[in-house]
Protein backbone atom coordinates (compact mmCIF):
# COMPACT_ATOMS: atom_id res chain seq x y z
CA UNK A 1 0.00 0.00 0.00
CA UNK A 2 1.03 3.56 -1.09
CA UNK A 3 2.21 5.80 1.95
CA UNK A 4 -0.26 9.02 1.38
CA UNK A 5 1.86 10.72 3.91
CA UNK A 6 4.96 10.56 1.88
CA UNK A 7 3.41 9.91 -1.55
CA UNK A 8 1.45 13.21 -1.49
CA UNK A 9 3.83 15.91 -0.76
CA UNK A 10 6.83 14.21 -2.79
CA UNK A 11 4.03 13.88 -6.12
CA UNK A 12 3.17 17.88 -5.40
CA UNK A 13 7.19 19.06 -5.59
CA UNK A 14 7.66 16.42 -8.57
CA UNK A 15 4.71 18.09 -10.75
CA UNK A 16 5.93 21.74 -9.41
CA UNK A 17 9.49 20.55 -10.57
CA UNK A 18 8.74 19.28 -13.76
CA UNK A 19 5.79 22.04 -14.86
CA UNK A 20 8.14 25.02 -13.91
CA UNK A 21 6.44 28.22 -14.94
CA UNK A 22 4.28 26.93 -17.54
CA UNK A 23 0.88 26.09 -17.93
CA UNK A 24 -1.12 22.19 -17.70
CA UNK A 25 -4.29 21.16 -18.81
CA UNK A 26 -6.03 17.74 -17.90
CA UNK A 27 -8.97 16.19 -18.79
CA UNK A 28 -10.91 15.34 -15.96
CA UNK A 29 -13.26 12.03 -16.40
CA UNK A 30 -15.52 12.00 -12.89
CA UNK A 31 -13.37 9.19 -12.11
CA UNK A 32 -11.23 8.97 -9.05
CA UNK A 33 -7.79 8.82 -11.03
CA UNK A 34 -7.80 11.92 -12.77
CA UNK A 35 -9.36 13.80 -10.12
CA UNK A 36 -6.67 12.61 -7.76
CA UNK A 37 -4.15 13.94 -10.71
CA UNK A 38 -6.15 17.27 -10.99
CA UNK A 39 -6.38 18.03 -7.04
CA UNK A 40 -2.32 17.15 -6.91
CA UNK A 41 -1.56 19.66 -9.75
CA UNK A 42 -3.74 22.10 -8.87
CA UNK A 43 -1.62 21.80 -5.55
CA UNK A 44 1.27 22.11 -7.07
CA UNK A 45 0.94 24.56 -9.74
CA UNK A 46 -3.02 26.47 -8.91
CA UNK A 47 -4.53 28.49 -11.83
CA UNK A 48 -2.00 27.68 -13.85
CA UNK A 49 -3.55 24.33 -14.21
CA UNK A 50 -6.76 23.94 -16.37
CA UNK A 51 -8.83 21.24 -15.68
CA UNK A 52 -11.18 20.52 -18.72
CA UNK A 53 -14.69 18.16 -18.57
CA UNK A 54 -16.02 17.32 -21.79
CA UNK A 55 -19.57 16.01 -21.03
CA UNK A 56 -19.80 13.27 -23.84
CA UNK A 57 -23.73 12.60 -22.96
CA UNK A 58 -22.03 9.02 -22.15
CA UNK A 59 -22.18 9.77 -18.54
CA UNK A 60 -23.05 8.52 -15.11
CA UNK A 61 -26.43 10.05 -13.87
CA UNK A 62 -25.38 13.31 -12.37
CA UNK A 63 -22.22 13.06 -12.75
CA UNK A 64 -21.23 16.35 -14.32
CA UNK A 65 -22.99 18.22 -11.13
CA UNK A 66 -20.80 16.23 -9.03
CA UNK A 67 -18.09 17.31 -11.33
CA UNK A 68 -19.28 20.62 -10.85
CA UNK A 69 -19.74 20.88 -6.82
CA UNK A 70 -16.21 18.66 -6.46
CA UNK A 71 -14.06 21.17 -8.61
CA UNK A 72 -15.63 24.61 -7.75
CA UNK A 73 -12.76 25.62 -5.99
CA UNK A 74 -10.54 25.41 -8.51
CA UNK A 75 -11.27 28.92 -10.64
CA UNK A 76 -9.76 27.50 -13.72
CA UNK A 77 -12.08 24.42 -14.36
CA UNK A 78 -14.30 23.88 -17.77
CA UNK A 79 -17.35 22.50 -18.73
CA UNK A 80 -17.96 21.47 -22.13
CA UNK A 81 -21.02 20.35 -22.91
CA UNK A 82 -19.99 18.04 -26.13
CA UNK A 83 -23.30 15.93 -26.32
CA UNK A 84 -24.54 16.17 -29.51
CA UNK A 85 -21.42 15.98 -31.26
CA UNK A 86 -20.34 12.89 -29.89
CA UNK A 87 -24.24 11.38 -30.68
CA UNK A 88 -23.96 12.59 -33.94
CA UNK A 89 -20.41 11.01 -34.56
CA UNK A 90 -21.68 7.71 -33.13
CA UNK A 91 -25.05 7.49 -35.14
CA UNK A 92 -25.31 4.20 -37.19
CA UNK A 93 -21.81 2.99 -35.61
CA UNK A 94 -22.45 -0.37 -34.69
CA UNK A 95 -19.05 -1.94 -33.98
CA UNK A 96 -17.25 -1.89 -30.66
CA UNK A 97 -13.63 -0.91 -31.54
CA UNK A 98 -15.13 1.74 -34.26
CA UNK A 99 -17.33 3.44 -31.66
CA UNK A 100 -13.83 3.61 -29.10
CA UNK A 101 -12.08 5.15 -32.43
CA UNK A 102 -14.77 7.88 -32.60
CA UNK A 103 -15.32 8.58 -29.13
CA UNK A 104 -11.76 9.17 -28.85
CA UNK A 105 -11.17 11.10 -31.81
CA UNK A 106 -14.17 13.04 -30.88
CA UNK A 107 -12.95 13.71 -27.58
CA UNK A 108 -9.56 14.79 -28.77
CA UNK A 109 -11.18 17.05 -30.96
CA UNK A 110 -12.50 18.67 -27.97
CA UNK A 111 -9.76 18.42 -25.83
CA UNK A 112 -7.29 19.57 -28.52
CA UNK A 113 -9.27 23.46 -28.70
CA UNK A 114 -9.25 23.85 -25.12
CA UNK A 115 -5.47 23.02 -24.78
CA UNK A 116 -4.21 25.34 -27.55
CA UNK A 117 -6.44 28.05 -26.70
CA UNK A 118 -4.94 27.82 -22.54
CA UNK A 119 -1.53 27.56 -24.25
CA UNK A 120 -0.56 24.79 -22.24
CA UNK A 121 2.58 23.25 -22.40
CA UNK A 122 2.32 20.35 -20.50
CA UNK A 123 -0.47 17.19 -20.11
CA UNK A 124 -1.13 16.05 -16.75
CA UNK A 125 -2.71 12.49 -17.19
CA UNK A 126 -4.52 10.30 -14.28
CA UNK A 127 -2.56 7.05 -15.74
CA UNK A 128 -2.97 4.27 -13.29
CA UNK A 129 -0.82 1.59 -13.55
CA UNK A 130 -3.18 -1.28 -14.58
CA UNK A 131 -3.94 1.27 -17.79
CA UNK A 132 -0.56 0.69 -18.73
CA UNK A 133 -0.26 -2.89 -18.54
CA UNK A 134 -3.90 -3.34 -20.42
CA UNK A 135 -2.27 -0.82 -23.27
CA UNK A 136 0.95 -2.48 -23.02
CA UNK A 137 -0.73 -5.70 -23.72
CA UNK A 138 -2.97 -4.44 -26.75
CA UNK A 139 -6.18 -6.14 -24.77
CA UNK A 140 -8.38 -3.11 -25.91
CA UNK A 141 -8.06 0.19 -27.39
CA UNK A 142 -8.28 1.80 -24.03
CA UNK A 143 -10.12 5.52 -24.23
CA UNK A 144 -7.44 8.32 -22.78
CA UNK A 145 -6.16 11.17 -24.28
CA UNK A 146 -3.35 9.00 -25.19
CA UNK A 147 -3.40 10.27 -29.17
CA UNK A 148 -3.10 14.06 -27.68
CA UNK A 149 0.49 14.54 -28.03
CA UNK A 150 0.44 13.65 -31.62
CA UNK A 151 -2.11 17.00 -32.20
CA UNK A 152 -0.74 19.20 -29.52
CA UNK A 153 2.50 19.71 -29.22
CA UNK A 154 3.22 19.25 -25.38
CA UNK A 155 6.41 19.97 -23.76
CA UNK A 156 5.83 16.43 -21.59
CA UNK A 157 3.44 14.85 -20.05
CA UNK A 158 3.13 14.20 -16.49
CA UNK A 159 1.31 11.00 -14.70
CA UNK A 160 1.57 11.48 -11.02
CA UNK A 161 -0.33 8.44 -10.36
CA UNK A 162 1.01 6.16 -12.94
CA UNK A 163 2.71 3.69 -10.17
CA UNK A 164 -0.64 2.99 -8.39
CA UNK A 165 -3.36 0.75 -8.36
CA UNK A 166 -6.81 1.85 -7.80
CA UNK A 167 -7.07 1.09 -4.04
CA UNK A 168 -3.74 3.02 -4.13
CA UNK A 169 -4.84 5.91 -5.63
CA UNK A 170 -8.75 5.92 -3.71
CA UNK A 171 -6.10 6.55 -0.20
CA UNK A 172 -4.54 9.09 -1.68
CA UNK A 173 -8.01 10.52 -2.52
CA UNK A 174 -9.01 10.21 0.89
CA UNK A 175 -5.81 11.86 2.20
CA UNK A 176 -6.75 14.75 -0.22
CA UNK A 177 -10.50 15.16 0.98
CA UNK A 178 -11.73 14.41 -2.25
CA UNK A 179 -15.33 13.96 -2.29
CA UNK A 180 -16.38 10.76 -0.47
CA UNK A 181 -18.30 10.25 -3.61
CA UNK A 182 -15.26 10.82 -5.83
CA UNK A 183 -12.71 9.09 -3.52
CA UNK A 184 -15.05 5.84 -3.54
CA UNK A 185 -16.91 5.80 -6.85
CA UNK A 186 -16.36 3.12 -8.92
CA UNK A 187 -14.54 2.63 -11.94
CA UNK A 188 -16.06 3.91 -15.39
CA UNK A 189 -14.81 2.91 -18.24
CA UNK A 190 -13.71 5.99 -20.46
CA UNK A 191 -16.16 5.65 -23.73
CA UNK A 192 -18.58 5.85 -20.68
CA UNK A 193 -22.42 4.26 -21.45
CA UNK A 194 -21.11 3.76 -25.26
CA UNK A 195 -19.79 0.40 -23.79
CA UNK A 196 -22.50 -0.20 -22.08
CA UNK A 197 -25.13 -0.55 -25.01
CA UNK A 198 -24.98 -3.49 -27.03
CA UNK A 199 -24.51 -1.89 -30.76
CA UNK A 200 -25.94 1.40 -31.86
CA UNK A 201 -25.26 4.39 -29.15
CA UNK A 202 -29.13 6.29 -29.26
CA UNK A 203 -30.44 8.29 -26.82
CA UNK A 204 -33.23 5.92 -25.98
CA UNK A 205 -30.38 3.05 -25.42
CA UNK A 206 -28.44 5.67 -23.20
CA UNK A 207 -31.28 6.39 -21.16
CA UNK A 208 -32.03 3.04 -20.11
CA UNK A 209 -28.39 2.19 -19.78
CA UNK A 210 -27.82 5.61 -17.44
CA UNK A 211 -30.87 5.28 -14.98
CA UNK A 212 -30.25 1.00 -14.84
CA UNK A 213 -26.77 2.26 -13.60
CA UNK A 214 -27.81 4.05 -11.31
CA UNK A 215 -30.10 1.51 -9.57
CA UNK A 216 -27.69 -0.71 -9.15
CA UNK A 217 -24.92 1.17 -7.97
CA UNK A 218 -27.22 2.26 -5.28
CA UNK A 219 -28.84 -1.03 -4.51
CA UNK A 220 -25.54 -2.72 -4.61
CA UNK A 221 -23.57 -0.54 -2.20
CA UNK A 222 -23.69 -2.68 0.94
CA UNK A 223 -22.00 -5.32 -1.58
CA UNK A 224 -18.94 -3.13 -1.74
CA UNK A 225 -18.67 -4.21 -5.53
CA UNK A 226 -15.18 -2.95 -8.00
CA UNK A 227 -17.91 -2.30 -10.04
CA UNK A 228 -21.69 -2.91 -10.66
CA UNK A 229 -23.52 -1.73 -13.62
CA UNK A 230 -26.03 -2.22 -15.96
CA UNK A 231 -25.72 -2.91 -20.04
CA UNK A 232 -28.55 -2.88 -22.45
CA UNK A 233 -27.63 -5.97 -24.42
CA UNK A 234 -30.48 -6.69 -26.78
CA UNK A 235 -34.58 -6.76 -27.23
CA UNK A 236 -36.60 -9.67 -25.97
CA UNK A 237 -40.74 -9.86 -25.70
CA UNK A 238 -42.28 -8.61 -23.03
CA UNK A 239 -45.94 -8.29 -21.45
CA UNK A 240 -47.34 -4.91 -20.85
CA UNK A 241 -51.34 -4.93 -19.69
CA UNK A 242 -52.28 -7.20 -22.04
CA UNK A 243 -50.25 -6.61 -24.88
CA UNK A 244 -46.93 -8.14 -26.02
CA UNK A 245 -43.84 -5.75 -26.30
CA UNK A 246 -40.69 -5.78 -27.68
CA UNK A 247 -38.04 -4.45 -25.18
CA UNK A 248 -34.59 -3.74 -24.00
CA UNK A 249 -33.05 -6.12 -22.08
CA UNK A 250 -30.82 -5.13 -19.29
CA UNK A 251 -28.03 -7.16 -17.82
CA UNK A 252 -26.82 -6.36 -14.02
CA UNK A 253 -23.08 -7.29 -13.26
CA UNK A 254 -21.44 -7.07 -9.94
CA UNK A 255 -17.63 -7.92 -9.93
CA UNK A 256 -14.88 -7.99 -7.46
CA UNK A 257 -11.46 -7.29 -8.25
CA UNK A 258 -8.35 -5.83 -7.36
CA UNK A 259 -6.97 -4.15 -10.74
CA UNK A 260 -9.97 -5.01 -13.18
CA UNK A 261 -7.65 -7.27 -14.64
CA UNK A 262 -9.40 -10.56 -13.86
CA UNK A 263 -12.83 -10.22 -11.81
CA UNK A 264 -15.25 -12.35 -9.57
CA UNK A 265 -18.70 -12.08 -10.08
CA UNK A 266 -21.12 -11.79 -6.80
CA UNK A 267 -23.17 -13.55 -5.33
CA UNK A 268 -26.19 -10.99 -4.55
CA UNK A 269 -29.68 -12.05 -2.74
CA UNK A 270 -32.42 -12.87 -4.73
CA UNK A 271 -34.69 -9.81 -2.56
CA UNK A 272 -32.15 -7.56 -3.55
CA UNK A 273 -32.03 -8.60 -7.75
CA UNK A 274 -35.99 -8.47 -7.13
CA UNK A 275 -35.73 -4.79 -6.21
CA UNK A 276 -33.33 -3.72 -8.62
CA UNK A 277 -35.56 -5.62 -11.39
CA UNK A 278 -38.77 -3.67 -9.94
CA UNK A 279 -36.63 -0.38 -10.01
CA UNK A 280 -35.17 -1.06 -13.51
CA UNK A 281 -38.66 -2.11 -14.87
CA UNK A 282 -40.50 0.46 -13.05
CA UNK A 283 -38.40 3.41 -14.08
CA UNK A 284 -39.17 2.84 -18.00
CA UNK A 285 -41.60 0.91 -20.13
CA UNK A 286 -39.45 0.10 -22.67
CA UNK A 287 -37.47 -2.62 -20.75
CA UNK A 288 -38.70 -6.04 -21.22
CA UNK A 289 -36.71 -7.93 -18.62
CA UNK A 290 -33.82 -7.58 -16.32
CA UNK A 291 -31.17 -10.71 -16.25
CA UNK A 292 -28.02 -11.08 -14.01
CA UNK A 293 -24.76 -12.37 -15.39
CA UNK A 294 -22.99 -14.89 -13.63
CA UNK A 295 -19.62 -14.76 -15.60
CA UNK A 296 -16.51 -14.30 -14.13
CA UNK A 297 -14.00 -12.44 -16.18
CA UNK A 298 -12.22 -14.57 -17.85
CA UNK A 299 -13.86 -15.85 -20.05
CA UNK A 300 -16.02 -12.74 -19.52
CA UNK A 301 -14.75 -9.02 -20.23
CA UNK A 302 -16.30 -6.63 -17.19
CA UNK A 303 -18.00 -4.38 -19.62
CA UNK A 304 -20.37 -5.44 -22.61
CA UNK A 305 -18.20 -4.52 -25.23
P1 LIG B 1 -12.90 -4.98 -19.22
O1 LIG B 1 -14.26 -4.71 -19.79
O2 LIG B 1 -11.82 -4.91 -20.26
O3 LIG B 1 -12.62 -3.78 -18.23
O4 LIG B 1 -12.84 -6.23 -18.41
C1 LIG B 1 -11.55 -3.71 -17.32
C2 LIG B 1 -11.65 -2.39 -16.60
O5 LIG B 1 -11.37 -1.34 -17.53
C3 LIG B 1 -12.50 -0.51 -17.71
N1 LIG B 1 -12.59 -0.27 -19.15
C4 LIG B 1 -12.16 0.82 -19.75
N2 LIG B 1 -11.61 1.92 -19.26
N3 LIG B 1 -11.43 2.79 -21.42
C5 LIG B 1 -11.26 2.91 -20.09
O6 LIG B 1 -10.78 3.94 -19.66
C6 LIG B 1 -11.99 1.69 -22.00
O7 LIG B 1 -12.13 1.62 -23.22
C7 LIG B 1 -12.37 0.66 -21.11
N4 LIG B 1 -12.93 -0.54 -21.29
C8 LIG B 1 -13.05 -1.10 -20.09
C9 LIG B 1 -13.67 -1.29 -17.17
O8 LIG B 1 -14.72 -0.42 -16.74
C10 LIG B 1 -13.03 -2.07 -16.06
O9 LIG B 1 -12.87 -1.28 -14.89
Not at 262 to 286: K, V
Request: net charge negative; charged share 30%.
Amino acid sequence: MVDTDTFVPEAITEIGDEIGDANAVIALSGGVDSSVAAALAYEAIGDRLTPVYVDTGLMRKGETDQIRETFDYMESLRIIDAKDRFLEALAGVTDPEEKRKIIGEQFIREFEREATDTDADYLVQGTIYPDRIESEGGIKSHHNVGGLPEVVDFDGIVEPVRDLYKDEVREVARHLGLDELVAERMPFPGPGLAVRVIGEVTDEKLEVAREACHVVEDELEEYEPWQALAAVIGKATGVKGDNRVHGWVVSVRSVESRDGMTARAQEIDWETLQRIQSRITGANDNVARVVYDVTHKPPATIEYE
